[in-house]
């Protein structure tokens, strides 16, 4: 049996799909385990690139299972397009390849208008992509929102369970509109939905998705069994995390290594492995603070060099040096086993680069990471940059430059490198 996770451990966005996609060629199984449609993973594959937001990251290996797990908020409209992309890519998503948990929640209209009219009452914005998943998240722990075995209902009752969250959304909706017809918000005008409407939008959807979803229970248990090898793909990452992350400014799950394993629905003492998924820089999408982040020519650059914007919703994402110190916070919580280092060949480009070791605090150095983040200054350790890793196919390959910048890594983190990314396709993936 083996069965290993994959995570992230900055603000999301490292390149865990890439890590996954690699992953998967020998896999049985790869499952897509929390989070919604506001994730957004790239993989380049062959020389093409590949846009997902629900599908997991193996659908482009159709010998490989993927699997869409109870602990996802799924938008069916998101999803019956992005199965249809793929398909027109040549890629294949049928029932042999594809499965959605009967126990994935639904993300509907009504999320996604709620999303918006949350973010229009805060003083201080989140900054969310807009997508509904934190309204989902949030009737999913009231006990009301629907679930994939659900759109199998009988009309009635379907309904039902849709009036039920509809009534709360239409009075909330309504008492905002009024506040922005006085003025008082500076907002459009939220949707009135009805009850019929979200019955017809789940009715159209569930005629593409209804031959994926089933009880993935026995399938996960047989190849378990079978000792095959299965993947568990994370999305957005530590520090989004609703718990340990920079609370209030997270998303609305648990992308910590715990909760993406209980997502998936294994038992951690069942896992192997944990790859935590980092850049040789940081970036961040929507507010929330960020300790390394250079608003300068250094921060422009790093993100023209990473092409830092978001698979989801294309804005341009903030960006800074590599702040070891968070990583290295990470690593017990998430039970690291090893390390993927992506875009060495990005921060390559930089003749100087700098990496964060420890913060001044209150007065203070510290090593690691308070609640209070915001009060930290960064103490940085300067590389020499300037390498090129274009012919790179081994480690040893690498320019001597950027071996030292890899092996300080997993010094000061204190677990070791496994992979290193030093291009956009799959292929340029060293072992190491």
């Avoid at 451990?9 to 799909?17: A, I, P, T, V």
């Avoid at 008082?184 to 939220?190: G, R, S």
């Avoid at 422009?300 to 990473?306: F, K, Q």
């Avoid at 990471?369 to 890793?389: L, M, Q, R, S």
Wanted: with cysteine; glycine share 8%.
């Amino acid at each position: 049996m083996a069965i290993k996770e994959i995570v992230g451990l900055q603000y999301g966005d490292e390149g865990k799909g890439r890590a996954s996609h690699f992953e998967a060629k020998n896999a049985s199984i790869v499952i897509r385990s929390t989070g919604g449609c506001n994730a957004g993973h790239t993989v380049v594959a062959n020389g093409v690139k590949y846009a997902m937001h629900l599908l997991p990251s193996s659908i482009i290996r159709p010998e490989v299972l993927s699997m869409i797990g109870p602990g996802v908020v799924a938008d069916l409209k998101v999803l019956s397009e992005e199965i249809e992309q793929m398909r027109k890519a040549n890629i294949q998503v049928e029932k042999s390849n594809f499965v959605i948990s009967q126990r994935t929640h639904i993300t509907l209209p009504h999320h996604r208008e709620l999303d918006r009219l949350y973010e229009a009452l805060r003083n201080n914005k989140v900054g969310t992509t807009g997508r509904g998943v934190g309204p989902t998240y949030e009737e999913k722990a009231r006990r009301t929102n629907l679930r994939m075995i659900d759109l199998f209902l009988d009309e009635k009752d379907l309904k039902q369970k849709i009036e039920l969250n509809l009534k709360n959304y239409n009075i909330l909706s309504t008492n905002v509109n009024e506040q922005i017809q006085l003025g008082k918000i500076e907002a459009e005008k939220f949707l009135e939905i009805t009850v019929e409407e979200e019955y017809n939008y789940c009715m159209k959807y569930k005629e593409i998705v209804k031959d994926f979803i089933a009880d993935t229970y026995p399938i996960i248990e047989k190849a378990i069994e079978e000792n095959k090898l299965i993947i568990i793909e994370g999305a957005q990452s530590f520090y989004l995390d609703n718990d340990h992350g920079d609370y209030p400014m997270t998303t609305s799950s648990n992308p910590n290594a715990s909760g993406t394993v209980s997502g998936a629905g294994i038992g951690p003492t069942l896992v192997n492995e944990v790859i935590g998924v980092i850049k040789t820089y940081t970036s961040r999408v929507g507010n929330g603070p960020f300790i390394t982040e250079q608003k300068n020519e250094i921060g422009d650059t790093i993100r023209e060099l990473g092409h830092e914007y978001g698979t989801t919703t294309g804005r341009p994402r903030r960006t800074g040096w590599l702040d070891l110190v968070m990583i290295k916070h990470a690593k017990i919580p998430s039970g690291l086993t090893s390390l993927c280092v992506n875009h060495l060949d990005t921060i390559g480009n930089l003749p100087e680069i700098k990496v964060c070791i420890g913060y001044e605090y209150k007065g203070q150095t510290i090593t690691n990471v308070p609640i209070d983040k915001e009060n930290c200054k960064p103490i940085y350790k300067e590389f020499k940059g300037g390498w090129k890793t274009e012919s790179a196919t081994t480690f040893e390959e690498l320019p001597k430059e950027a071996q030292d910048y890899i092996h300080f890594i997993e010094e000061f983190v204190g677990v070791p490198v496994k992979y290193i990314g030093v291009g956009a396709d799959e292929k340029r993936t060293i072992v190491k």
